[in-house]
């Protein structure tokens, strides 16, 4: 199995592979990026030359960091009972928006607030009800003669490099009063996202995937121990492949691009408030640890900080609606 991390040592910041209980770092200088950019074929070769020449050093040593400097983040929902139970939760509405069934939904977030496992993840000034996402995470490679734009759903297959698990911090407060202006979210997702422990290469997984496509890998997540949610990855309502493909369609996808999955069923505290109609369990508070396990990638686990202490909102001006500037400096005169 390869599995491409970056990781702290000695005062120092590698890329390079784990394998078993050891990392083996890239040649000084090179990065997981360069490896997306070789594309998945070429970095396999480097892979088999860098455990074989490179010094092992001990796992339990190093501090791991996000495996690679994401491109972008398109973030799916694609889990049909995430969206029956987080639907009732944010909107107060039940059931699944015919549109959902339509094609696939993403939105961007923030690739400059990622975060590797054990870091702390801190609360963002005014919010309350600070939640997790459960997620896997297909980061896109570089495919010789392809452009990553308009791709088939085979074509995107190839473009896929390998699989990371993704936590999707939501600050649900401040996600509802923005998903009511129809546009979002934006400050309920962008403070965080986590990415790790490493990726595990495409090809390892090839073998496992049904004929439509899907990966029938468990995913779960506890909080503080305490089991909360399991699921399935096959039970996402399109595979990897066509998500990518999606993502492609007059548009591009470019190698260190990363594509989540959306919240697995259970996957996150929004949809268990929804289905039970009390905040049960509670949101999370500072110094919950939460840990999510995805069959055949790996585990994160992060720590919630302090909240930050702040008023960010600004709130509107009342404007004239003036269509010229005569008119407006008549209404101020």
């Known amino acids: 199995m390869v599995k491409i991390a970056r990781w702290n040592h000695d005062g120092g910041t590698y890329a390079g592979f784990v394998d078993g209980s050891s990392c083996f770092a890239l040649p000084h200088g090179q990065t997981v990026n360069e490896l997306l950019d070789a594309g998945l074929a070429t970095t396999l070769e480097i892979a088999a030359e860098t455990l074989r020449a490179a010094a092992a050093v001990p796992l339990p040593e190093v501090q791991l960091l996000v495996p690679l400097v994401p491109a972008t983040i398109r973030d799916f929902v694609a889990f049909e009972k995430h969206v029956e139970g987080v639907r009732k939760s944010i909107d107060g509405v039940a059931g699944v928006v015919t549109e959902w069934y339509e094609a696939p939904t993403f939105y961007f977030t923030n690739p400059h607030t990622v975060t590797g496992t054990g870091e702390v993840i801190g609360v963002p000034a005014g919010c309350s009800e600070l939640d997790f996402e459960t997620e896997v995470a297909a980061v896109v490679g570089h495919v010789p003669g392809s452009n990553g734009s308009n791709l088939t759903a085979a074509d995107a297959h190839r473009h896929i490099f390998g699989y990371t698990v993704l936590n999707d911090w939501s600050a649900r407060d401040l996600q509802r009063r923005e998903m009511k202006v129809s546009l979002g979210p934006c400050k309920g997702k962008d403070f965080a996202s986590t990415l790790g422990p490493w990726i595990v290469t495409a090809d390892e997984f090839e073998h496992l995937h049904d004929e439509e496509g899907f990966l029938p ?66 949101p999370l508070k500072t110094g919950d640890v939460v840990r999510m396990d995805v069959e055949g990638i790996g585990s994160i686990a992060n720590t919630v900080g302090e909240r930050r202490e702040a008023v960010t909102r600004v709130a509107a001006r009342s404007r004239p609606r003036n269509r010229t500037a005569g008119a407006a400096a008549r209404a101020q005169g």
């Open 217 to 282: 890998i468990s995913m779960s997540v506890e909080v503080n121990g305490q089991p909360l949610g399991q699921d399935l990855l096959s039970n996402m309502g399109w595979p990897f492949a066509e998500l990518v493909a999606y993502a492609s369609q007059d548009s591009v996808v470019r190698p260190g691009d990363v594509l989540g999955s959306g919240t697995c069923g259970s996957g996150c505290l929004a949809e268990l408030w929804g289905r039970n109609g009390t905040k049960t369990p509670p």
